[in-house]
């Protein structure tokens, strides 16, 4: 079962084609437990009309692999296992997706790991909110 963070907005959605048609929405992929981290980048996201929160890893990964995945983001620690073996399953599965790795402002270590496995992208929360918006834009477009 998935928990989903859906709240409509203009970050994204059904855009209008200029031939009348409609672009499909992929989805934001949040993978991370109940932390504290995990609560504030769905709250980050909270903007966007396309976020699912899977139950666990493994339905992450899942939902990862389907065409209708646009990005995933990974709010757990990296060193807690199995998330570290969770990002190289992801990137060894879809190449090309978008993965973004949330760090805490400090954790120099953690975002080099994570950039080592195959992050797109690491993003400091707190503070960069704006960024991993600006970030999960770019890569739904």
Known sequence: MLRAAMVASD???NDALENGGTRRV???IVAGQSSQRTRE?????????NVIWPTSLEAALA???SSEAGCLVIADDLREEPV??????ARELRRNLPIFVITDPDDVAEAVSAMRLGATKVIE????YAALCEEVTRAMQ
């Open 11 to 13: 970050h994204n959605g």
């Open 63 to 65: 939902q990862a692999q």
């Open 125 to 128: 929360i707190p503070p960069s």
């Open 41 to 49: 980048v769905l709250r980050a996201l909270s903007g966007f009309s």
């Open 26 to 28: 992929r989805n934001i």
């Open 84 to 89: 570290d073996e969770f990002l190289q399953e």
